[in-house]
């Protein structure tokens, strides 16, 4: 079976890996391949404001229909300037997460005081993310990359076949469907981080009505000349009376 | 002894030692014989210069033609838009050496969609020759640099040795009689830093003249780099150095004719 190749390989051989690229030998033994996600999260939002960047993501881990970890965090910081945020496959993400350190902190050992940029990381993982799929065997992710750097920010989208882009407004899983026309309609330029803030929450509680494998507890992310904070998970207001309403809402029930 | 290599004539001055035959053998006095003959080419090689400012880096290099009708070798290569070589010794393994370092740098744009680091650059190469120090069926490159480049962490300029090591610097001249600009930099160099790039230039081919033999720096036998923070590495050539040349040959008649 293809043997999945070491950090240490990685670095020295960039992207020529060692061992069965192409074949029957790659192909081979589908267990060690992630072919179907297991526990995936949903959407992350993403919106560029005057002077920074907003995130947004809620903290469940589905097992398929099932509600099964209400308490996952889907976006994370690496290095000083950067914030990632992963739907899909958690444990693909975990495992970004722990090589993502590696590499900061590889770049820390050098030593020679400098650091990654948000646009490097994005244009990395892009690498490889498109490597993956190449030897089908991808990252079930849709991972969004902000940062905020030198007074500028970044937004920018990786998804599990390399697709890689920037944009002001991002969404990845069902917030590219739901949410992104609703922030694409609200955002304009130079608007403030409490209208970013108003605009990002009020989609994801159209997200939170409409999208089934959500729950009402999210954090968001900002990205500013201040630094980077993830907030603490927190509850939005939502109102279901109108489900009251709804036709043939009251049967079997007086 | 005298040896004729590919127009470089070199002259080995010193004695024959029995410890010089492998590049993997140490003298008793703790040296690598074959490691400082390699650093002995680059010595011989023809006269270059670099010179960094808080914003730009300069190199300035002198040609060597074979005779009347060769042309003059080349001693400036480009590796990419933000980083450049000049080049003391083996002309054919400096082309080797910045076929890889163009690699290296394209590689790195491909994965990180950005300028390689010149320190990182200077290390990669270091790393690479200090592998041929140490192997018994290879010899050390016998070529010099210095490397020129601008990246996110300001200007650079490196010197690379055939024995694998790596030095950072503000100002400096390899190649033959390089310590008579090496003097005119010491005298000069605290001005650098925030010197216009016109001035840092100036200051360049000043240096490079000590090293010429007859004081006679020409569009022929003379070549300039540039690169900066608003200038993507240049190589300055030919009759577009004439403005260059001029500026040094006027200071020169202006500080005769105050003499006078």
Partial sequence: SPRRPSLAEMETHGFSFVGPVSGAAASADPTKRTMTPIVTGTSVLGIRYNGGILLAADTLGSYGSMARYK???RMEQFGKYTVIGASGEFSDFQYLRDHLKQVVLNEHVIGDGSELYPKEIHSYLSRIMYNRRSRFNPLWNSLV???FRDNTPFLGVCDLVGTNYTSDTVATGMGAYIGLPLLRKGWKADMTRDEARQLLESTLRVLLYRDCRTINRVQIADLSAEGISISEPFQLET???SADHAPNSHDGTW | QTCSFRGVSVCFAMFRNQYDTDVTTWSPAGRLHQVEYAMEAVKQGSPAVGVRS??????????RSANELASYQKKLFRID????IAIAGLTADARMLSKWMRTECLNHKFVYTSDMQTSRLAVKLADKAQVCTQRSYKRPFGVGLLIAGYDQTGSHLFQTCPSGNFYEYKAMAIGARSQSAKTYLEKNFEA???APLDVLTRHALLALRESSSDNELTPLNCSLAIVGVDRKFE????DALEPYLAQINNDEATDDAMES
Wanted: aromatic fraction near 6%; hydrophobic fraction near 45%.
């Fill in chain 1, 71 to 73: 308490d996952i965090r």
């Fill in chain 1, 145 to 147: 990359i902000a940062g």
């Fill in chain 1, 239 to 241: 109102d279901w009376s």
């Fill in chain 2, 54 to 63: 808080n914003t730009h880096v300069v190199l300035a290099t002198l040609k």
């Fill in chain 2, 81 to 84: 838009d933000h980083v450049g």
């Fill in chain 2, 192 to 194: 650098f830093a925030d």
């Fill in chain 2, 235 to 238: 190589i300055v050539e030919g």
